[in-house]
């Protein structure tokens, strides 16, 4: 899997999410949709936001004869990731979102594998608990309950919040949402997104000046 640099990811995470988006779309245009859509709500924005590489998983949360891979393939495949890690979850339950993708205990045990958010194209329970634990959440919504709970696929290619995601790429989530950044195009980006902090505190600064004057936007 290709890596940024420590530095670059931290960076990165020093910028808001509306920010890396206007860098992505200085650097690709317009239109662009590289960020998640309204369903994708944080739970827990006390958490603050993170940045990571995706790793990915599909669930069935009730359809009993869904086959299933064991959980500890994936488990393993995050224990020998190299972090910061953001597990990515989408339900395909014939009723998504029905029962719950993610609670407490996975919450803990994914924190101890590296993982420093997770994004559900689902539901999820036990929050009270994930916050303890400390780990961001991201998810359609909570409900109390879950079914038979079934790992059907890992490490592929998953759309949440209408965003198709590669594992190995970059997320960042906040409070507006996630955006993703392609490992190879990090750099750029971050140098991009200084740029656009730069401007737009200067343009901050004019709205905040009382000597400030439309007139003034004809340059």
């Known amino acids: 899997m290709q890596r940024a640099s420590e530095q670059t990811i931290a ?4 910028f808001d999410t509306p920010t890396v988006f206007n860098a992505l779309v200085e650097k690709d ?23 990571g590489y995706v790793m990915t998983a599909e669930v069935t949360t009730n359809d009993p004869d869904t086959p299933a891979i064991p ?5 393993e495949m995050l224990e020998a990731a190299e972090g910061p890690l953001v597990a990515l979850m989408r339900d395909v339950d014939s009723r998504p979102g029905r029962g719950a993708s993610f609670g407490d205990g996975m919450a803990a045990l994914h924190k101890r594998l590296g993982v420093v958010g997770a994004v559900v194209e689902g539901t999820v329970r036990d929050v ?17 309950g879950h079914g038979v709970f ?3 696929r890992y490490n592929e290619p998953i759309t949440v ?5 590669q594992p190995g790429d970059l997320v960042l989530a906040d409070g507006d949402g996630c955006v993703r950044v392609r490992v190879e195009d990090a750099d750029q980006i971050v140098e991009i997104a200084g740029q656009i902090r730069e401007r737009e505190a200067e343009i901050h600064g004019n709205y905040a000046d009382p000597g400030y004057t439309v007139a003034q936007m004809r340059g």
């Open 128 to 144: 009270d608990g994930i916050r303890r634990v400390g780990l961001p959440i991201y998810a359609h919504g909570r409900v109390p």
């Open 29 to 51: 245009g317009l239109p662009n949709e590289q960020y998640t859509d309204q369903t994708i709500r944080c739970l827990l924005p006390e958490l603050g936001s993170f940045v």
């Open 161 to 165: 919040g209408q965003l198709r995601f």
């Open 71 to 75: 959980w500890v393939e994936y488990y």
């Open 11 to 14: 960076a990165l995470g020093n």
């Open 150 to 152: 079934h790992l059907t």
